[in-house]
């Protein structure tokens, strides 16, 4: 069985985002969103996702390179005068398994985000975080903790097949390898639902209808998530300057890419119709 969710990351991030997004769900392929909650333009994402009874939105957890929910009094340790998180994920990292005063500030942001979720009403599909932080154990054990006092959404297993990874990435896949294995293993243990594959790592930012069409025609059994970044306009942010967020959108309402899953078979929805499903539970299992 292959079931299908596509993702836009970053709703929230801007209104050229928040547009692109509603776009691509009403006249494209789009299923799922992960929200900002702490964006400047989280509200008006909350606003078009009320109108969306269809499209799954899910909480993307921000801890670098983005703005907290918590004020900066709050959480001093993680956060600048303005509120903004470090960019700096391989110290940040650390400090959070070294330090127990930013693991506390650490998950006092990170209820915060769940509480502010909650609070726009939308019902939670999934939940992810920015720049795949996740990945880290001490942010996943906060993530399933917290997350279960909010019905333990589905959550992003990060991992790409081998053969759509970018060009030299066998390093990285390998170096990634044993956190991706304990994370699946933990996530299996707390009886939370992942995907079994992931795609949007290697194309980050450039997404666009050729590589969907690749994608689609070697789509696997079981859960898979494609997800990408969306937008109305290019160069949102610096970050993300060389991100192709217009391609990425006229993908995401390309004909051909909506013949190509009709074509592969592939059920589409958000996270929890798609997991709620028993079919496709156990299809998923299958391809664990």
Not at 72 to 100: K, Q
Not at 139 to 144: A, W
Not at 221 to 242: F, K
Not at 275 to 284: M, P, S, Y
Request: include cysteine; proline fraction near 6%.
């Amino acid at each position: 069985m292959k079931a299908l969710a596509v993702t836009a990351d970053d709703f929230g991030l801007h209104e050229a985002v928040n547009e692109a997004i509603e776009q691509a769900h009403t006249g494209g392929v789009l299923t799922c969103a992960s929200l900002m909650v702490g964006a400047d333009a989280a509200e008006d994402a909350v606003r078009r996702a009320r109108t969306l009874p269809q499209l799954g939105v899910g909480l993307h957890v921000v801890l670098a390179d983005g703005r907290a929910v918590l004020p900066p009094r709050r959480i001093p340790a993680l956060v600048d005068d303005s509120g903004r998180f470090s960019e700096r994920m391989a110290l940040t990292g650390v400090r959070f398994f070294a330090l127990p005063r930013v693991r506390r500030q650490l998950e006092a942001e990170i209820r915060a985000q769940f509480a502010a979720f909650a609070s726009s009403g939308l019902p939670l599909d999934h939940v992810n975080a920015h720049k795949h932080f996740h990945l880290h154990p001490t942010v996943l054990s906060m993530l399933l903790s917290i997350g279960a006092e909010y019905g333990s959404p589905p959550v992003r297993w990060p991992r790409e097949p081998r053969w759509a990874a970018a060009p030299g990435g066998a390093v990285a896949n390998a170096l990634l390898s044993p956190w991706l294995a304990l994370m699946r293993w933990r996530l299996r243990a707390a009886a939370v639902t992942c995907n079994d594959q992931v795609f949007g790592l290697a194309g980050t930012g450039a997404m666009d209808e050729s590589r969907l069409l690749k994608i689609l025609r070697r789509l696997p059994e079981g859960l898979t998530e494609i997800y990408l970044h969306p937008a109305t306009r290019n160069e949102l942010t610096p970050a993300m300057q060389t991100y192709r967020h217009r391609d990425e959108l006229d993908a995401l309402l390309s004909p051909k890419v909506r013949e190509a899953i009709r074509a592969c078979g592939a059920v589409t929805g958000g996270f929890r119709t798609l997991t709620g499903a028993n079919r496709i539970e156990r299809g998923t299992r299958r391809a664990a």
